[in-house]
């Protein structure tokens, strides 16, 4: 959410997963990773592309062949091009009939733009976002019968998160299909250092055998427990179940607030998740993304044992 400075590293480390430290286990003592929160991966035509809260000024873009190595490429999206000043968040592109649809919140507000690179410019569309009261962390979700939907956290007694149909223009919904999924229900998710915060966000949407996984961050961003979880249905409109097994992914290797996220296939074709963490134990900005292994198991989704930390070249 909040803004996050450009950090060089040349760091690439190994983190185990688990609750205790082994010897074997390579603690982050130092800043390291890519510099950008709420981070996406777009994959395409052998190259990566990285998108994420970060820039004042609009919504920045670093390229990779190999998710170790990564380059800055500009802002793909500036605010000049927009209707909004201020808190560039969370953006996702996706490339659809040979255009480039880029989804982000702005002044707690979500709006489309669009380009014909991944690189952009990127070009708000319309003047309007796409509800009035306050939303963020759009994602976009393609059926198997074409069908596109759009999970979003919206403020209402607390962070929850809702979904509704596309319209055919991929640039605006379907009121009429509003419908909540899900909002804060298990004890994981509220920290008692934030009394009364009701956070479910960060959504991200995978279907795996028939079945729905909606992935999602809980707790207060600037909680160490800020983590993710996940929960499944069987109809994207009907109702949703919470992992028993949840959290999946919390406090790792001595990072902490390792939340927000979203899923990628890499060019091998293993599913890989890219989150974000704070900057250190004592330091919640500016946050730094990592890359992870992950697989379907069950009603859950699993996470691999070794973190990648990527390194920023000029």
């Known amino acids: 959410m909040k803004k996050i400075y450009f950090v060089l590293c040349t760091i690439w480390l190994t983190i185990i997963l688990g609750g205790t430290t ?11 990773g890519l510099p950008l929160a709420d981070p996406y991966v777009l994959f395409e035509n052998g190259i990566y592309y990285a998108y994420g809260t970060h820039s004042d000024n609009g919504i920045e873009v ?6 170790f190595i990564w380059h800055f490429a500009g802002l793909a999206l500036n605010k ?10 969370a953006p996702e592109v996706y490339h659809i009939n040979n255009t480039y649809y880029m989804y982000y919140s702005a002044n707690e507000r979500l ?3 669009t380009a014909k690179s991944p690189l952009g410019p990127f070009v708000q569309v319309g003047k309007e976002p796409f509800l009035p009261e306050g939303s963020i962390d759009g994602t976009l979700f393609r059926d198997d019968n074409g069908n596109y939907y759009f999970f979003f956290v919206r ?10 149909r596309m319209t055919e223009n991929l ?10 999924c899900i909002q ?3 004890d994981w998710e509220m920290d008692p250092k934030f009394p009364g915060c009701k956070v479910n966000e960060g959504p991200f949407v995978l279907k795996h055998n028939g079945k729905y996984f909606l992935s999602y961050s809980a707790n207060h961003y600037q909680s160490k427990h800020y983590g993710i979880g996940i929960a499944t249905a069987t109809n994207i409109m009907g109702t949703w179940t919470k992992s028993p097994q949840n959290p999946i992914l919390q406090g790792i290797g001595g990072l902490v607030g390792t939340g927000h996220h979203s899923f990628f296939v890499d060019k091998t074709g293993k599913l890989k998740m890219i989150f974000h963490a704070h900057n250190s134990l ?14 379907f198991s069950g009603n859950t989704i699993k996470c691999g044992k070794n973190i990648i930390v990527p390194t920023l070249k000029p």
């Open 282 to 295: 004592q330091k919640v900005d500016p946050r730094l993304s990592y890359f992870i292994n992950a697989r």
């Open 22 to 32: 082994t010897a074997a286990t390579k603690i982050v003592k130092e800043p390291s």
């Open 80 to 89: 000049e091009n927009t209707t909004q000043t201020r808190w560039f968040w």
């Open 155 to 164: 403020f209402n007694n607390g962070n929850n998160i809702w979904v509704a």
């Open 184 to 186: 804060v229900s298990q």
């Open 111 to 113: 709006y489309a733009a």
């Open 171 to 180: 640039t605006s919904l379907d009121m009429q299909t509003l419908h909540p």
């Open 62 to 67: 670093y390229t990779s062949s190999d998710l």
